[in-house]
């Protein structure tokens, strides 16, 4: 963990960065006292009221930060009592979204316009060489079916992406849901999600490396990219590229108001 504190007119701020590539839960304890802790997300722009209990001139404060996660911690508002505890967001893992996946790849790139996925699998590793080759944007497709009882007053739901490499955009039914760039690869699909069938789609690019490491074929046909100095050799390794998954709905439910006490 490192950390930078920056003093304010009105209060204090802490950028808090977890510097392993393993999710972290941690108790932080900060030099500042009489005052309420937030949350200020930089990748959303949301912020958030968060847990806290002051003791002997110090705050604490429980972070859970992703792998290589970063949170503003944020204090500003003065506090009226010693401690608050804010109700923890509970996580139900509704269902799986299993294939088959349609695939498809934009022309003139060397692969097939489109396949079909029976599991998820590197492009690295598919038999043939368009598709083990590419570079670019691959749109994957799928029908979910939705349950009435997915949609509970107060739930949050979530499309998780599992493991992508290496940027991925989710739309379902037209709707576009943001763009995912780091773990963990979710966009919240609420607003979209309909009961009954929806088609999801989900755009996944992946660096160019492989497709300059095809070029270096000696039986390749075309080269689609061009670069000097040539960074990469026929016998380079290739880099895992797609939709691994698994994909998942995860439904979000946050428990009432925060509940404030004072602690003795």
Not at 72 to 101: H, K, M, N, Y
Not at 133 to 157: C, D, K, N
Not at 205 to 210: A, E, G, R, S
Not at 244 to 258: A, D, K, L, T, W
Request: proline share 9%.
């Amino acid at each position: 963990m490192l950390f930078v504190h920056r003093a304010l007119p009105d209060g204090d701020l802490y950028f808090v960065d977890n510097r392993t590539a393993r999710a972290e839960d941690v108790e932080a304890t900060f030099r500042v006292s009489g005052r309420q802790a937030e949350l200020w997300h930089a990748d959303t722009g949301s912020r958030e009221p968060t847990s806290f209990r002051a003791v002997a001139g110090r705050t604490t404060v429980p972070l859970h930060l992703e792998p290589w996660g970063t949170v503003f911690v944020v204090f500003r508002r003065p506090a009226t009592t010693a401690s608050r505890i804010v109700p923890a967001t509970v996580e139900a893992d509704l269902a799986a979204v299993g294939g088959p996946w349609q695939l498809r790849f934009p022309p003139d790139r060397g692969a097939p316009a489109g396949i079909t996925l029976d599991t998820l699998t590197s492009w690295s590793d598919h038999a043939e060489p368009g598709v083990k080759y590419f570079s670019g944007t691959g749109t994957y497709t799928t029908t979910v079916q939705a349950p009435p009882g997915w949609f509970a007053p107060g739930a949050r739901l979530w499309l998780d992406l599992g493991r992508v490499e290496n940027v991925a955009e989710v739309s379902i039914g037209g709707t576009p849901l943001g763009v995912a760039w780091k773990p963990p690869f979710r966009a919240e699909v609420t607003r979209a999600l309909k009961p009954g069938a929806n088609v999801v789609e989900i755009r996944v690019t992946n660096l160019w490396v492989n497709r300059m490491i095809g070029d270096r074929q000696s039986n390749a046909p075309v080269q689609y990219t061009f670069t000097r100095p040539e960074f990469y050799k026929a016998d380079s390794p290739l880099l895992p590229s797609g939709l691994f998954g698994p994909v998942s709905r995860i439904g979000m439910r946050q428990g009432g108001e925060p509940a404030c006490h004072t602690e003795a």
